[in-house]
T-cell receptor, first 112, second 115 residues
């Protein structure tokens, strides 16, 4: 079945620096890749997503890139701020279903 | 604003009792909702798909008699943890999509603690 790997598991950056989180997926038929931000004690919040017909998508300080050939996609956060500190999850769609499978999460800490 | 709402956000119960968690889509009708479970510092694991007007479909390894799901209306799905035990303590989160959309929105989550 589909498997999603996410790296790194923890990431610490200085405020203003960039942060990059990478995910790889196994099912070449996956065609939808969202990213979620989860703060402590809260449900995941969708922050950006990309579909397989697009290679890159940007929304202000957040961008996602997708390499379908290599089956990996990445989240890029520029000019990080302390409020970006949270756990980030990538996900990939499962072929012929409306389900998502999630990566293992990355705990991002942004130090002032 | 919120798209999916859950209630209660926290619940503490005694071992052996049953607990019901509600999930509502706030401004759209959801024929399908998803229930996830998350242990501390771990990822989200899909438990079951809630289907309006029909039986829920459960993921492998999830006991359907333990986790009862009822999707009685197009805006409400409920998860009942029956005969709860301490190992059922977890963060339960529901999610739903607007019709025809790709984006999956999550509720605020419900933290269950079984004593």
């Amino acid at each position: 079945g589909e498997n999603v790997e996410q790296h790194p598991s923890t990431l610490s950056v200085q405020e203003g620096d960039s942060a990059v989180i990478k995910c790889t997926y196994s099912d070449s038929a996956s065609n939808y890749f969202p990213w979620y931000k989860q703060e402590l004690g809260k449900g995941p919040q969708l922050i950006i997503d990309i579909r397989s017909n697009v290679g890159e998508k940007k929304d202000q300080r957040i961008a996602v890139t997708l390499n379908k050939t290599a089956k990996h996609f990445s989240l890029h956060i520029t000019e990080t701020q302390p409020e970006d500190s949270a756990v980030y999850f990538c996900a990939a769609s499962i072929m012929n279903t409306d389900k998502l499978i999630f990566g293992t999460g990355t705990r991002l800490q942004v130090f002032p | 604003g919120a798209v999916v709402s859950q209630h209660p956000s926290r619940v503490i119960c005694k071992s052996g009792t049953s607990v019901k968690i509600e999930c509502r889509s706030l401004d759209f009708q959801a024929t399908t909702m998803f229930w996830y479970r998350q242990f501390p510092k771990q990822s989200l694991m899909l438990m079951a798909t809630s289907n309006e007007g029909s039986k829920a479909t459960y993921e492998q390894g999830v006991e359907k008699d333990k986790f009862l799901i009822n999707h009685a209306s197009l805006t409400l799905s409920t998860l009942t943890v029956t005969s709860a035990h301490p190992e059922d303590s977890s963060f339960y989160i529901c999610s739903a999509r607007r019709p025809g959309a790709w984006e999956l929105f999550f509720g605020e989550g419900s933290r269950l603690t079984v004593l």
